[in-house]
């Protein structure tokens, strides 16, 4: 009799191993079955695209320029930065600053150099970026004028065009 039920019970377990998968006319109630379609058949499963990579910057490592208040080294007021400048790959060459003028009016667009440009006390929104130029050179700058040629003001002082070809 023993023997009877361990034949049984191995009978059994074989059959488990053996039985088909879940049908549709198995499933639960609850489960909506999906309509076949044509392009179902014949499709090949989408491949996933790999994630985004992420990178994570401490907020007192990097900080936004956008509306920084621009100095000069003896501490003149130069403006504010309205703009950045990238060329065509993409590289960072040039800041807009909006100069002179009181509570907007008589103020203009000028640009300089990246590279004439100083981060060293940024920790803090109000902290102002160093301009290495004088208030006469800034001043003696041709006007920014959107969609004409930009004329760069240098660190060194010297004004000279960006050749780009199309």
Known sequence: MR???RFSLIAALLGLIGADP???DDAPHSATPVPATKDT?????VAKEPPPSVTIIGARDALGVLGRDVRSPTDQDMGHIVDVIVDLT???RAAVIDFGG??????RKIVVDWNALHFGHV??????ITLDLTKE???AAPEYQEDKP???LGAAGRLSPWQFEH
């Open 3 to 5: 023997l009877r039920r």
């Open 22 to 24: 879940l049908r549709a």
């Open 41 to 45: 058949a014949s499709s090949a499963p």
């Open 90 to 92: 993409g590289a960072v």
């Open 102 to 107: 009181f509570l907007g009016v008589g103020s």
């Open 123 to 128: 920790a803090n929104k109000g902290d102002s």
């Open 137 to 139: 050179q800034v001043t």
């Open 150 to 152: 930009i004329v760069v």
